[in-house]
């Protein structure tokens, strides 16, 4: 536990929790670097053997910033009533498949890009570092605040 600040607690999540929850979102958001300057745009994606897999299209902004550069990727959840939530990030090496096969594989996972893509290709992050945390409801929050918050986000095992 990191913190705790009268009806809220905020925790420091370990890496099995941030893996988890990790898998548990759909939309991300990856940040890179664009012509010497930090860009972070929004991606569908999946985990695939400790990878995090985007779908992109060739000659993307996305495409041309994963080859060899190190990424950062976040995923989030939120209760903005509850102002509860959680936050994972990962830190790796990008890299580019554009093959035919690695394509055709990547693609029974089924997860499609956000944004229509012409020529596809998928850009995997290698998952080397982990942080996450999470806001939740207090244990002696008032009863009127826990009833603004929802169940929290499940962890599959």
């Known amino acids: 536990m990191l ?24 939309i991300g958001r990856i940040a890179f670097t664009e012509g010497a300057l ?5 991606v569908s994606f999946t985990v695939d ?12 902004t996305v495409a ?5 550069t190190v990424v950062a990727f976040e995923v989030d959840d939120y209760d ?4 509860t939530g959680w936050h ?4 790796g090496t990008s890299r580019l498949i554009s093959d035919p096969a690695g394509i055709g594989e990547l693609d029974l996972l089924g997860t499609r ?9 998928y850009v995997a992050i290698g998952i080397r570092l982990v942080h996450g945390r999470r806001l939740r409801v207090a244990a002696g929050a008032p009863a009127a605040v826990r009833a603004l918050v929802p169940e929290p986000t499940p962890v599959p095992d």
Request: hydrophobic share 40%.
């Open 64 to 68: 041309a910033a994963s080859r060899g």
């Open 113 to 121: 890009a956000w944004a229509p893509a012409g020529e596809r290709c």
């Open 80 to 83: 903005v009533l509850g102002r």
């Open 88 to 91: 994972v990030t990962v830190v």
């Open 49 to 60: 053997r400790g990878e995090i897999v985007v779908p992109t299209q060739q000659g993307s």
């Open 3 to 26: 913190t705790v600040q009268r009806d809220r607690v905020l925790d420091v999540l370990d890496d099995g929790e941030c893996r988890a929850l990790l898998a548990t979102a759909t």
């Open 38 to 42: 930090p860009a972070i745009q929004p």
